[in-house]
């Protein structure tokens, strides 16, 4: 598991955005919110967010650790990308901090919201029927 392999996973999410923050992490966000980030710097850690329940089963494997500064908010981190994680496992863990972080979202922010939002602005109500309202 490499960074490009990580950046692989988390680009075909819908509405993914990367960018670099703190010099060194690549980080990826969904309306606005990270999911994930890799660490640039040898040797590559990365952090993600889970549920409650995988947090304890989680910081419990060798290689991975509660994230620093992030972990009451139920971030991990594995210390070193594919010591601790196999791809299955990452691939599945990113999806789940991917959900987590959308759910937790406004409704308007969400993937898709655009869309659902122009296709109900299309519908105009007709000028007879708002006088005759009134």
Not at 61 to 88: N, S, T
């Amino acid at each position: 598991m490499n960074v490009d392999a990580i950046r692989a996973i988390c680009r075909k999410l819908p509405a993914v955005t990367e960018d670099i923050k703190w010099g060194h992490d690549l980080c990826f966000s969904v309306g606005g919110k990270m999911f994930a980030a890799v660490d640039l710097a040898p040797p590559h850690s990365m952090a993600f967010k889970c549920t409650p329940e995988s947090f304890g089963e989680l910081v419990e494997r060798p290689g991975i650790i509660p994230a620093p500064y992030a972990a009451r908010h139920f971030w991990v981190m594995e210390q070193e990308l594919g010591e601790a994680l196999d791809r299955r496992e990452v691939k599945a863990l990113i999806r789940t901090s991917y959900d987590l972080v959308i759910a937790k979202l406004p409704k308007s922010k969400r993937p898709g919201a655009a869309t659902a939002k122009s296709k109900g602005s299309a519908r105009v109500r007709p000028r007879a029927a708002a006088k005759g309202a009134s």
